[in-house]
């Protein structure tokens, strides 16, 4: 895991956003959308149905081609690059659904994160720090991941990623179809992935949980960056809570 920054000192950008705008064919889904990630952080982005945050992760995974505006990691521009770079530049996705390989076994499903040739090399290491994380999953590792239950496909799903060995972590709407307790479960391991010093950017429905747990917070309505801030800023509008949090 990357090492954390000593207390009081800066954290450097890690990503860049600029003027994005995404489009589905003719059909706008982002406009001028402008954000930036320092590293270290855990950042949420959240806002009605329809708002376009799944969009914005797709275009900052590279699923999606932005159609104008820019993109950069680190400085690195990864605008028009193509879309397999971005797990090769350090950007890893765990995607809403999951989308597990469920006839697969669970650790065939993990060892699919670590394919950049950087992450091939340090795969057992990586196995033992995403089973730290999931102890769970140590005894599932020769099972079907079709198998398992929603919440065990959700740590599989968020493990695949990190065995990746991202810099960013970008998280699509990860407690759908969890039970509260589970959904608890999981956010305080994305805390503590967190806590080691990765960057987390996480697209959430649960308003209330997903500020809680960040260190700052956007907006999106209409496919437009409405507010940014600090949650508890944020959580204090009441015109931001009622209009775009549905609190």
């Keep these: 895991m990357p090492e954390v920054a000593p207390p009081g000192v800066p954290r450097p950008m890690l990503l860049e956003v600029r003027d994005l705008d995404v489009s589905y064919g003719p059909a706008p889904a982002l406009w001028q959308v402008s954000m930036n990630v320092r590293r270290g952080e855990l950042l949420c982005v959240v806002g009605p149905n329809g708002a376009g945050k799944t969009t914005l992760i797709h275009a900052l995974a590279g699923i999606l081609r932005a159609r104008g505006g820019r993109i950069a990691l680190d400085g690195r521009d990864l605008t028009r ?81 990190l065995m990746a060995r991202p810099r960013l972590l970008l998280l699509d709407e990860p407690s759908i179809g969890l039970s509260p307790l589970v959904v608890n479960d999981l956010f305080e391991t994305v805390r503590r992935i967190n806590a080691q010093g990765l960057t987390v950017m996480l697209v959430e429905q649960n308003v209330s949980l997903a500020m809680r747990i960040s260190n700052r917070a956007y907006v999106l309505a209409l496919g437009r960056v409405v507010a940014e801030g600090r949650p508890d800023d944020l959580m204090a509008q009441p015109e931001i809570r009622k209009a775009y949090l549905g609190i």
Aim: charged share 25%; with cysteine; glycine share 10%.
């Design 81 to 161: 690059v193509a879309p397999h770079r971005f797990c090769a530049a350090g950007i890893a996705v765990v995607p809403e659904g999951r989308r597990l390989f469920t006839r697969m076994t669970v650790r065939e499903n993990l060892e699919l994160g670590s394919v950049v040739p950087a992450a091939r090399a340090r795969r057992r290491e990586s196995l033992d720090e995403v089973l730290a994380l999931f102890p769970a999953l140590g005894e599932k590792l020769s099972s079907p991941a079709g198998e398992l239950s929603g919440g065990q496909q959700q740590m599989v799903a968020v493990g695949r990623a």
